[in-house]
């Protein structure tokens, strides 16, 4: 170790990409939460169509998401040591999974409420608080470990790992 901050490989021109990334899947799955939540509220066709474009956006934008958190991932040995790290990864890994879940419900429905009123929402809010979990995660991979984080000279480097 060269005392330096873990670092983020991924990255355009020293800005790490995964946290440029990752808003576009979080506002997608809490914005599928949010329209299932109007439909039942409304009961107006429109929202499970809506929730369904969320998912299936929100799932490949997490693809991209992924990737860059992979490659810092691998790419430091460092954040590969902490306990945060992996624990970020498979909150992430089971947001993916249930959303697909939720997703594929969906489009095999044939119900007026497209599976929004059975396991629709109860999908979409287990995946929003997992999300809550893994955003508290990779906080603590900024904030503790100081993953991607810069160096300054008047800012001692810290390594830490838990």
């Known amino acids: 170790m060269n005392g330096r901050n873990p670092k983020s490989t991924a990255q355009i021109a020293g800005h790490p990409m995964h946290p440029m990334l990752v808003p576009l899947p979080i506002a997608c799955f809490i ?7 109007i439909f039942l509220a409304t009961d107006n066709s429109g929202w499970p169509e809506a929730s369904k474009w969320l998912l299936g956006f929100g799932i490949a934008t997490a693809a991209l998401a992924a990737t860059t958190g992979i490659i810092d991932y691998m790419g430091d040995d460092r954040i590969r040591r902490t ?16 959303e697909i ?20 929402v109860f999908l979409s809010l287990a995946a929003v608080v997992v999300l809550g979990y893994s955003g508290w995660k990779g906080g603590d991979l900024v904030y503790k470990h100081r993953v991607g984080v810069h160096d300054t000279d008047d800012e001692p480097a810290t390594t830490s790992v838990r």
């Open 101 to 120: 879940i939720n997703l594929v419900t969906r489009l095999s429905n044939d119900a007026a409420d497209d599976g929004v009123g059975s396991l629709g």
């Open 83 to 98: 306990g945060d790290a992996l624990k970020h990864m498979m909150a992430n890994v089971a947001v993916v999974v249930i």
């Open 31 to 37: 914005g599928a939460l949010v329209t299932d939540v």
